[in-house]
């Protein structure tokens, strides 16, 4: 059974950092694409960012510069390194895996396996 589970998620102030990682267990996380989405209370959910097989990334421009994806095959784990984080940022983050040769930031429609969430909240 295809499983995500993501880690890491708290409470941090202003200006400081998080590494949330996304865990898989029934599949090898190698071959999928996978994104970072998040939705803060009250809003639509939207995309973080994304890493496929080969490496490539995305970032949605609102978090470009600040947080950094990577994937560690050896662990079967993709990581969302987060500086400079600001109260904005507060949300729920979901990792989720999904198929294909590019992946998107944007299209959460292209991911069919999704994880439980983590909280992420940013004081000011």
């Known amino acids: 059974q295809l499983q995500l589970a993501e880690s890491g998620g708290g409470l941090v102030q202003s200006g400081g950092s998080l590494r949330l990682s996304c865990a898989a267990s029934?599949?090898?996380?190698?071959?999928?694409?996978i994104g970072w989405f998040r939705q803060a209370p009250g809003k639509e959910r939207e995309g973080v960012s994304c890493?496929?097989?080969?490496?490539?990334?995305e970032y949605v421009d609102s978090v470009a510069g600040r947080f950094t994806i990577s994937r560690d095959n050896a662990k079967n784990t993709v990581y969302l390194q987060m500086n400079s984080l600001k109260p904005e940022d507060t949300a729920v983050y979901y990792c989720?895996?999904?198929?294909?040769?590019?992946?998107?930031?944007?299209?959460?429609?292209?991911?069919?396996?999704w994880g439980q969430g983590t909280q992420v909240t940013v004081s000011s």
């Open positions: 029934g599949f090898n996380l190698n071959y999928y694409n």
């Open positions: 989720a895996a999904g198929y294909g040769h590019y992946c998107s930031a944007y299209a959460s429609d292209d991911y069919p396996y």
């Open positions: 890493i496929n097989s080969s490496g490539d990334t």
